[in-house]
């Protein structure tokens, strides 16, 4: 110090360039998407620009969405790199154990006979790849806004039945007046898993959210992923579990990974789907079940709804694993369904009282007995928050009024469907709360689609000669109700377009 001064040292130019190039570096390697995890973003959420162009095709020209790109935006997104550096290595990756390919489901994810073994990181590379390689490429519906307007327009042909699908659902409806009552408009297409059939009995069908792919799982102890057309619905993909015959397995909201769960243990597995990874979930803090079966994914994402044994309900959250809250209902649980806002939780007992809960308190906000029910076997909650549906081992389908089972102790249901004679084990409305589908697994062709809000069954389904739909055991609509389609013993996912609605 000299006068009371601090002498402040040079700075080092040389020193200080080189360090802004590292920093800069280092943003660009952060900031850049691994090509794999792109393209699989694009597989299974499709280009959000080519809906707004096909919107603007069918609405001659106006736009009803605007993206908010220039092209040149456009343009510098598609010189971006597609390498990366790893940020970190880990010393222990190259002792990963390695995972023998010569299984029958695995065989399609090597390229050479020498491929017998093979590490768990380069699997779950070959697994996102295999994405690419099944569909020959990038899917149509996949391609980027300035693929399409470099294509030339001579290729949009119309079905005969102006079937022209949606590649990307959105948050859009379709347009379509209401859905008249008495006979549906329906055509049977070829089987949902056509191109990879299971080998014992389908305990799940369920379209993806957001994306034209529909997942098919079962005894089998697999996992498919087939991309639907309606023509040859091509695999996409195959996952086995190892001894793990799958009881339900669901999407999450967001697509990106799938939950699955089987039947004797509370082990339950996670497939990531983005990155190719199947990761075991051993235990969850808070859980004492001896197994994890039946479960529902929260409308939020954010849990996982458990069906414990002797009445309980565990809330368990996505991100810690672990349960957070339990409810308990007096008997046994037969059938769980949230609200559409997830805000309530609808509970059907094998001995036919009904419960309703409030997800963020956890309190029972009213019970009531379904009306004639003296074992209860399923029940499901419309999208647009007016309908519940009870079903029952007597094979009727009780829809009741949800306000009314709200303000009521004994409300009265607005419709009891009496078609099915045998138990009512699946019950699923489609997203514009306009069909009700209902089924029992007891008997073959035990299927019916209900009218909704004139409770008639649709007199033309099933409506086949010979039989197709075998014995359901899980039914869904694909996002805007354009197709459906249901899981049954043989190891087939029957699939039907339904060509009042314009959409997927």
């Not at 980027?144 to 022209?164: H, L, Q």
């Not at 809000?453 to 039989?467: A, E, H, I, L, W």
């Amino acid at each position: 110090m000299d006068g009371g001064r601090v002498s402040v040292p040079e700075p080092d130019y040389e020193e200080e360039v080189l360090k802004r190039h590292k920093n800069a570096q280092a943003v660009t390697v952060l900031g850049v998407e691994d090509a794999s995890v792109k393209l699989l973003e694009y597989l299974v959420f499709g280009a959000e620009d080519d809906l707004v162009e096909r919107l603007d095709r069918e609405d001659g020209g106006a736009t009803l969405l605007d993206d908010g790109e220039s092209d040149v935006e456009n343009e510098a997104r598609l010189k971006v790199q597609t390498t990366r550096t790893a940020v970190w290595e880990d010393e222990d990756d190259d002792l990963e154990e390695e995972v023998d390919m010569t299984h029958r489901f695995r065989r399609d994810l090597t390229k050479s006979d020498a491929e017998a073994k093979m590490s768990k990181q380069k699997l779950q590379q070959r697994m996102k790849e295999q994405f690419q390689k099944a569909m020959g490429g990038m899917p149509s519906w996949a391609e980027t806004k300035v693929k399409k307007k470099n294509k030339k327009k001579d290729d949009s042909d119309d079905d005969e039945d102006g079937d022209d699908l949606m590649r990307k659902t959105g948050n859009f409806v379709g347009s379509s007046d209401s859905l008249p009552k008495g006979i549906i408009r329906i055509k049977k297409c070829l089987h949902a898993n056509n191109d990879r059939p299971s080998e014992d009995r389908l305990t799940t069908v369920q379209f993806h959210p957001s994306a034209q792919v529909v997942m098919t799982a079962g005894l089998d102890q697999s996992i498919s992923l087939f991309q639907v057309d309606g023509k040859t619905n091509p695999k996409i993909q195959s996952i086995h579990l190892e001894k793990f015959p799958v009881h339900k397995a669901q999407f999450s909201v967001d697509g990106e990974q799938v939950v699955a769960t089987s039947f004797r243990n509370k082990l339950f597995y996670i497939y990531d789907m983005m990155e190719g990874k199947v990761i075991p979930v051993h235990t969850v803090r808070g859980l004492r079940e001896q197994r994890v079966k039946e479960f529902e994914v929260s409308p939020d994402g954010e849990s996982l709804l458990l069906t414990g044994t002797s009445g309980y309900l565990h809330v368990l959250t996505m991100k810690t694993k672990e349960v957070v809250n339990s409810m308990k209902i007096n008997g046994n649980i037969a059938g769980v369904a949230f609200s559409h806002d997830g805000s309530k939780v609808f509970t059907n007992s094998e001995e036919g009282e009904v419960y309703i809960w409030d997800m963020r308190s956890s309190k029972c906000l009213n019970r009531f007995t379904d009306d004639g029910c003296v074992s209860g076997t399923s029940i499901a909650a419309s999208k647009n928050g007016q309908y519940l549906a009870c079903g029952s081992a007597a094979g009727v389908v009780n829809v009741y009024s949800q306000e009314e089972c709200m303000r009521q102790n004994n409300p009265k249901p607005l419709k009891a469907i009496m078609n099915l004679v045998t138990s009512a084990t699946s019950l699923c409305f489609n997203p514009t709360s306009e069909i009700l589908a209902i089924a029992s697994r007891a008997d073959d062709e035990a299927a019916r689609l209900v009218h909704i809000p004139s409770f008639t069954v649709f007199s033309n389904f099933p409506m086949f000669q010979r039989k197709t739909i075998y014995r359901a055991h899980r039914l869904d609509f694909s996002p805007n109700s354009g197709f459906f389609s249901l899981a049954n013993n043989k190891g087939r996912a029957p699939l039907f377009r339904l060509l009042h609605y314009k959409h997927f």
